[in-house]
Each structure stands twice: as C-alpha cells, then as structure tokens.
C-alpha cells in the first residue's frame, strides 16, 4: 500500500468521495488551496518518535528488511500478493482490482521497474514495460518499494498512538491497537482530507505480533472514516527460501506510464 507504497487504494477513495459529495460544496466553490495543505499537511517529525510505548512495534518491524518475505494486501478496492528479498533489493507483487478482474503484475529488480497487465482494453497482456524507479508515480501501482514490500515501516512510521491488546495463550501471538495519521502514509488524498479534516490523522488500527516479536499483519480501519472505505488489511510471512526473479525479456519503454496506469484503473 506504494506498498506504498504496496496496497494504493486512493482511486477508490476518491469515487467514494465523489458518490457523497465531496469536492465544490453547495454553492460551487472549490475548497480553498490554503485549506487543503492544512488538512493534509505532515507532521516535521514521525509521529511514532512522539509516542511512548510504540518500542514493540518499531522492533517487530525490522524482520521484514532482513529475510524474503510474502505478503498479501486487501483493501475495498483491490487484492494483492508478493514476496520480496529486500537484501537482494528484489520482489514481484500483483494487484487485481475488485471491481472488474483486471490484474496488474510488477516486477522489480533494484532501481528497474517491469510490468504486465491482464483485462485491460487495448493492451495486451504479452506487452511488459520497463522504467526506473525513479520514473514511478508516487502511491500508485507500481510504486513498490524492494526493500520494505506492503509498506511496514511506513504503516509504523505513521503511527501517533499504540497500546497492548494483550496475547493469545495459544499462539503466542500479541495484539496491539492505536491510531495512524493517514498523512503520513498512501492512503489520504486531498479530497480525503477534504472530506474528513483532521479525523484522518488518528484513524484506528490494529497490529499483531507473532511469538518471535514479527509483525505479521497490519489493519487500517478505514471504516471508521466511512463504511464504504472498508479496512486496508496487509499480511507478511516468512517465505523461507530466496527469491529469484528473473527480469522479463522482450520489454519496451513504458512512456507515458500515466496513461497506461490510468487505463488499469478505468
């Protein structure tokens, strides 16, 4: 969610947006520009260094950049699924969008980005397309970072507020609960900040723990802002063996990636 950036949901967001009136209010006129940097505007420093009894939660991030790891994502607008070697600065993620099958598949090989869509009109799915990092839109599908896949250490980063749910006497696991500012993360827009002013930087989440210290799964309760949002839920495992991608052949510049991006998610 990137992520987030792995799991992007701001396409979804918006449409719910749109469907219960945000954007021109009553009478017409746009929200002024000064407001919407307010609303959506981050914190200097991580919110999570200005919290007390967040240490669980930082330590239990870290496995994830050290060992291959599988993650799955699940938001109200997409599924997703990968694994990641971020030692080897590699991972291959797909997306598939809930509301009408078309997949995307992204393949990422340290600063070089390939991918791959299915049931998108006009675009064959036999087509790859390659470019940098560097040339990714910000929060969108492709923008998948090798070294933190599912956006954990962004997720915490963003926490303002943590405390103990207690354990599970039979897994060993631990539940932590508390609020994330969705500034600080993929998940707000400017017509989410619009929407929901400064709600939308203490919006409820829920983590867990495993018996070995690992953050193994992650859920922003969206819905605290509005039903239709759903929750954005990722989930990492440990894929116990190396990963090894291997870069398609026959790619083609990707262009105008916008353009291509945009008709994924028509």
Not at 62 to 88: L, N
Not at 92 to 107: A, E, G, Q
């Amino acid at each position: 969610m990137q992520a987030r950036r792995l799991v992007a949901i701001v396409t979804a967001l918006t449409a719910v947006l749109a469907a219960t009136g945000c954007g021109p209010d009553d009478s017409g006129q746009q929200a002024s520009a000064s407001t919407t940097e307010a609303s959506c505007r981050r914190s200097d420093a991580s919110p999570v260094g200005r919290q007390g009894g967040s240490e669980e939660l930082v330590a239990a991030v870290g496995w994830i950049s050290r060992e291959p790891v599988r993650v799955t994502t699940d938001s109200a607008e997409a599924t997703g699924q990968g694994v990641m070697d971020a030692r080897r600065r590699t991972a291959t993620m797909s997306y598939t969008l809930k509301k009408n099958d078309r997949m995307i598949l992204v393949t990422l090989e340290e600063d070089d980005v390939y991918f791959a869509m299915l049931n998108v009109p006009g675009i064959s799915f036999g087509t790859t397309y390659s470019l940098s990092r560097a040339e990714v839109p910000a929060g969108s599908y492709l923008d998948v970072d090798p070294t933190d896949l599912g956006g954990a250490r962004r997720l915490v980063d963003a926490v303002v507020s943590v405390q103990s749910g207690g354990e599970q006497a039979a897994t060993g696991k631990r539940r932590l609960a508390g609020a994330v500012d969705l500034t600080a993360t993929w998940y707000a827009n400017d017509d989410l900040c619009r929407k929901f002013g400064d709600r939308v930087r203490a919006v409820p989440f829920t983590a867990t723990v495993d018996d070995q210290g690992r953050l193994v799964a992650f859920v922003v309760e969206l819905h605290a802002l509005a039903p239709e949002l759903g929750d954005a839920r990722t989930n990492w495992e440990a894929l116990g063996m190396p990963t090894n991608p291997q870069r398609p052949p026959g790619s083609q510049p990707a262009g105008d990636v916008r353009s291509l991006l945009a008709a994924f998610e028509s």
